[in-house]
């Protein structure tokens, strides 16, 4: 698959989306870019943005089986991963998948789940497997989670994991409409006399595949992979910050940039491409400290401090 066949597919799919949902162009990209470099993804906004239709769509346009778990506290790993369960025809007892063998499992409101709960997600989203009663299974590729997380309620949600915040490769946040956005969410219900909405399949099976394995042939310049290198180590000394981003942070930035180029249609990453993803990759991986947060600092400001202050290189398209 040629990289122009990669961008008409990828303006088919935001094409197909943007048929049910208004309004999030750009969060939607980086969520499909972020699919396409193999990853996961956290969106964390109020209730009622559309996040979950969002989810729904982009699993229906990439051609991908869909799975949503509701979370609640009452949640056990066992109704995530599956469990096993007594057959009476040949006295057994066998086991009987969760939703998480699925294509896309929706994790609506992950933060209402409890942490033991969470870290059955953990094995799953890091190892591409469940392990249930000393047992491995694994999870048929492609396979991918999109989590949804509530920012503004404390009561009866458990707080995520750094390591499981960790295995998200962005996060993203979708935001109000403006009131021209709304309206046409409104007239969109109104033309389709019901309230389910549907996206028909833009990528046949195997397509996806076919589109990560691309991502591999895109060429990341030294000073590029430096530059990620670079703003990863930006955030670790940063004011406000007690523990900046991980490795894997400017590993994902340089998975997704690569993504990016693919879904525009190039064969090599640019500056630019790294600088927008910079704080949906890098800005949950920070632990403020106590002060910094107690004063209300924004992780997502940290991050664009960074981006402002670390020089980028030329841009490669210059020098290519």
Known sequence: MNF??????GRSIREAVATVVVGMDDPLEIALATIVA???????????????????????????????LQCTPDMLPGDVTGSYVYAPDTGQFVFRPGPI?????????INRTTPKTQSAMLEAMAER???VEGNSFPLEPPFHVIATANPIEYEGTYS????QLDRFMVRLSVGYLDQRGETEILLARLRRHQEATHVDPVLAPGQLAQLQEAVERIHVDDDVAA???ALAAGTRSAQHVAVGSSPRGSQSLVLLGR????????DYVRPDDIKRVAVPVLAHRLT????AWAQGVDPAEVVRGVVATVAAPPSVAVRR
């Open 38 to 68: 193999g990853g996961h993804v956290l969106f964390e906004d109020v209730p009622g943005l559309g996040k979950t239709v969002a989810a729904r769509s982009l699993a229906s346009a990439l051609g991908l089986s869909f799975r949503r």
């Open 129 to 131: 497997q469940v392990t």
């Open 227 to 229: 530059y990620c290198v």
């Open 259 to 266: 993504a990016l180029a693919a879904l525009d249609g190039r």
């Open 101 to 109: 063998f699925t294509g896309v499992l929706l994790a609506d409101e």
């Open 4 to 9: 122009e066949d990669i961008a008409r597919l």
């Open 288 to 291: 403020l400290t106590p002060q």
């Open 160 to 163: 995520l994991p750094e390591a």
